[in-house]
């Protein structure tokens, strides 16, 4: 608790009051991000200290954006299972394939790590009612963790999402709302909502504590490979927090001296039916165009513009990594390979990045004994309309 500094804006570098309600820098509209005091940490906390703590995201909480603990909330986020996938590798032809599954977490993905650690900090600010546009899995975990922490949840959503996120949402107590339109125009509702009405505004990286939870993810990694990065994740990317989250866990792990320096280089997949980072990357673009009308069966993938996209940019080309995209009909084939190799079943946006694997091993950009992380960021279950149209 002690070990937080301030916030600071990704874009222009101000700095802002850490006791402060913030959601973007009011000087560029760009993101803040939290900045810790590592060179204290550093004397204060061994990663050995770990060993002993509770199997969640709480285990590093000095790491973690809460002044109190009393306002902590946990549904038994985090600590989800690492799988060397020895099966699907053999049919691939690759030893050192691992799949992350988030399927684990409450609400069934990646989510509930963000919301477990930013509704917590709501909660300590004094925050009553939150918002937040999403595709399905952001929905639910703000809802639950709203039902937590006693505060009233208003979710804003697509029509056509799948209903089983609607059914969870209502199911939680949070007031849902159905736009006509992308996850951009739910953005426009929402945010225009909570302007009028006070509410705090959830939305992807226009707050600045959802990434410190996703960024457990890359914690985890280092944690569970014993303090031994891989050599490439493959990450399915929309609004990219989880992307941007692990860089940042990285570089605050080499600086408290956890890893070493050689980091991994990240792969973010779009699908090519909404590619703004990957057509934005190829041209060698600081920031990415939005993308006219986003079409794709992984939901989470269909986000035609991202406020981070300068991050997730500059994420991809630090790490020499690279970003592609998988077409639907590929997502559905490795959905099926890794079902029925490895036991789990993915959600579409995990499958994508089995897809973006076999494609880069083809072209040898992944090397032979390099070790690969897989992210499944959330359960299959809620994507079960995909199989009524597969013969």
């Known amino acids: 608790m002690e070990f937080i500094s301030h916030l600071q804006c990704a874009q222009c570098g101000k700095k802002a009051n850490y006791d402060t309600v913030w959601n973007t820098c009011p000087a560029c509209s760009k993101p803040f991000v939290v900045i810790y005091d590592l060179k204290k940490l550093k004397k204060s906390i061994k990663k050995d200290d770990l060993k002993t703590r509770e199997p969640t995201i709480w285990r590093y ?25 020895r099966r699907l590798g053999q049919t691939l032809g690759h030893t050192e394939l691992y799949i992350k599954d988030e399927s684990s977490n409450p609400t069934g993905s990646f989510k509930a790590r963000g919301m477990a ?15 937040v546009p999403s595709l399905g899995n952001a929905a639910t975990a703000l809802s639950a963790y709203a039902a937590l922490a006693g505060m009233k949840a208003y979710v804003f959503m697509p029509k056509d999402v799948p209903k089983s996120f609607i059914m969870q949402c209502v199911a939680y107590g949070a007031k849902v709302e159905l736009v006509d339109g992308t996850i951009t125009d739910c953005g426009r509702v929402a945010e225009q909502q909570a302007r009028d009405s006070g509410r705090f505004d959830m939305s992807t990286l226009k707050e600045p504590y959802r990434i410190e939870g996703k960024k ?17 994740v493959v990450y399915p990317t929309g609004g990219g927090t989880g992307l941007i989250g692990m860089w940042k866990a990285f570089e605050e792990m080499e600086n408290l001296g956890w890893v070493k ?3 991994p280089r990240m792969v973010a997949v779009q699908s090519d039916g909404c590619a703004p980072i990957v057509r934005a990357f190829t041209e060698n673009k600081e920031t990415a165009e939005p993308w006219l009308k986003p079409q794709t069966i992984a939901d989470g993938l269909r986000v035609p513009s991202a406020i981070a996209d300068f991050m997730i940019l500059h994420t991809i080309r630090e790490s020499k990594g690279i970003a592609l995209t998988v077409t639907d009909s590929e997502i559905m084939e490795c959905l099926q390979l890794i079902s029925t190799t490895q036991g789990i079943f993915p959600c579409p946006e995990g ?41």
């Not at 897809?355 to 090397?367: S, Y």
């Open 61 to 85: 909480h000095e790491l973690l954006p809460l002044l109190d603990p009393a306002h902590r909330l946990c549904l038994g986020e985090g600590w989800t299972p690492l799988y060397h996938a």
């Open 117 to 131: 650690v930013a509704v917590s900090r709501a909660k300590e600010l004094g925050i009553k009612h939150v918002s």
């Open 216 to 232: 457990t993810m890359g914690f985890e990694i280092a944690e569970q490979m014993n303090w031994e990065l891989p050599d490439v």
């Open 261 to 263: 320096a050689k980091k």
């Open 351 to 391: 499958a994508a990045t089995l897809a973006a694997f076999r494609r880069l091993r083809e072209q040898n950009w992944i090397k032979d004994k390099e070790k690969v992380v897989l992210f499944n960021t959330a359960s299959g279950l809620n994507y079960l309309h995909l199989w009524f149209k597969t013969p």
